[in-house]
């Protein structure tokens, strides 16, 4: 098991930041985003104050804002070795 300094709620605020940051970065209001992406304005209100959206909701507004494909490369990278043993295992 891996010691992990960060915590669930703390990843949740810093994509409801990154996301509102993102917002603003294609100088998008919350109902533009709202008519752009099809989530609704109350809804990206409510994410932007608290973190909480639905994951449906959370990837249509990532396509919205053009970070969809980004975000699926992230997801396909691969752990990298942390030992030796780990690097002749997978040679």
């Given at each position: 098991?891996?010691?992990?300094?960060?915590?669930?709620?703390?990843?949740?605020?810093?994509?409801?930041?990154?996301?509102?940051?993102?917002?603003?970065?294609?100088?998008?209001?919350?109902?533009?985003?709202?008519?752009?992406?099809?989530?609704?304005?109350?809804?990206?209100?409510?994410?932007?104050?608290?973190?909480?959206?639905?994951?449906?909701?959370?990837?249509?507004l990532?396509?919205?804002?053009?970070?969809?494909?980004?975000?699926?490369?992230?997801?396909?990278?691969?752990?990298?070795?942390?030992?030796?043993?780990?690097?002749?295992?997978?040679?």
């Amino acid at each position: 098991m891996t010691l992990q300094l960060n915590t669930a709620f703390d990843t949740q605020l810093d994509l409801k930041r990154h996301m509102k940051q993102r917002r603003k970065a294609h100088k998008l209001s919350v109902e533009a985003l709202a008519e752009k992406s099809g989530v609704p304005y109350g809804t990206i209100r409510k994410f932007e104050s608290t973190g909480n959206i639905s994951l449906r909701q959370f990837l249509m507004l990532v396509e919205a804002l053009g970070e969809l494909n980004k975000l699926r490369e992230f997801l396909k990278q691969e752990e990298n070795p942390k030992t030796i043993e780990e690097v002749l295992n997978n040679a």
